[in-house]
T-cell receptor, first 114, second 113 residues
């Protein structure tokens, strides 16, 4: 069965410091991995995805994520955090064996302090 | 929030009443989805549709119904059989199957008292 774990409910970081939001997954076959961000009372916005190829994926707003197959992880990173990055972040996985079902993690709330 | 609209933004109903949430997209996407979001639980899939006139149950379909008569529209009805309907409901669409990201609407917050 597919699953996604975001081990931290909340991440706190100071503005200007690097940030990491962790994600691990379990899926049969090769994974398709996604990161989304949600601002209060809004829908989710797509940030980036890993389908195949280079393990380092770059996305919107300066975010990037590294796919690590041996550790089954897909951590979201940013070199320098902004206060405006404060939001709820979701990792999601879909198996490449077909089908539309995407499994979302429970979300990690990021607080960036000025 | 892309080209997906959900209405209304806030909805209040009395227990025992059915209610329909609207979702419309102008992205020409084949696939559409309904999720329920509760605090601390991420998103749970209610129903999804890969093509017009076809839809599949997700993980928590009990007490919900959908239709897909047009490519642009995927309304969700929350019936009186849904035991705990108060939640934030999100509609999404995607261009195709596995590799495509989803585009989300702004959500409808349903409160049932």
């Amino acid at each position: 069965a597919q699953s996604v774990a975001q081990p931290e409910d909340q991440v706190n970081v100071a503005e200007g410091n690097p940030l990491t939001v962790k994600c691990t997954y379990s899926v049969s076959g090769n994974p398709y991995l996604f990161w989304y961000v949600q601002y209060p009372n809004r829908g989710l916005q797509f940030l980036l995805k890993y389908i195949t190829g280079d393990n380092l994926v770059k996305g919107s707003y300066g975010f990037e994520a590294e796919f690590n197959k041996s550790q089954t992880s897909f951590h979201l990173k940013k070199p320098s955090a902004l206060v405006s990055d404060s939001a709820l972040y979701f990792c999601a996985v879909r198996a490449n064996t077909g089908g539309f079902k995407t499994i979302f993690g429970a979300g990690t709330r990021l607080f960036v302090k000025a | 929030d892309g080209g997906i609209t959900q209405s209304p933004k806030y909805l209040f109903r009395k227990e025992g009443q059915n209610v329909t949430l609207s979702c419309e997209q102008n992205l020409n996407h084949d696939a559409m989805y309904w999720y329920r979001q509760d605090p601390g639980q991420g998103l749970r899939l209610i129903y999804y549709s890969q093509i017009v006139n076809d839809f599949q149950k997700g993980d928590i379909a009990e007490g919900y119904s959908v239709s897909r008569e047009k490519k642009e529209s995927f309304p969700l009805t929350v019936t009186s059989a849904q035991k705990n309907p108060t939640a934030f409901y999100l509609c999404a669409s995607s261009a195709g199957t596995s590799i495509h990201e989803q585009y989300f609407g702004p959500g409808t917050r349903l409160t049932v008292t």
